[in-house]
């Protein structure tokens, strides 16, 4: 993938700040240059799709069979 900068934020940029972009976990100006950069990218768009659509299934499908304290683990365990 070539690293592109789009709307004043580069492609690593966006995905270094993608999983708390989906969690509504960023600044309101940080979330305007991701979706500035989204809609500019199509390399960007395209994976940040597939991204988005993976967690909300992994969330759907495991949220149920995990009790708070183990979502709370697992959700500890793989943050940067």
Not at 17 to 46: F, K, S, T, W
Not at 71 to 80: G, Q, S, W
């Amino acid at each position: 993938m070539q690293e592109r900068e789009v709307a004043g934020i580069t492609c690593g940029g966006v995905l270094a700040e993608l999983a708390d972009y989906l969690d509504d976990a960023v600044e309101p100006a940080v979330r305007a240059r991701i979706e500035a950069h989204l809609r500019g990218c199509d390399q960007c768009e395209r994976f940040g799709g597939a991204y988005a659509g993976t967690v909300k299934a992994l969330r759907a499908r495991l949220a149920p069979a995990l009790d708070e304290a183990r979502l709370a683990r697992l959700l500890e365990a793989t943050e940067d």
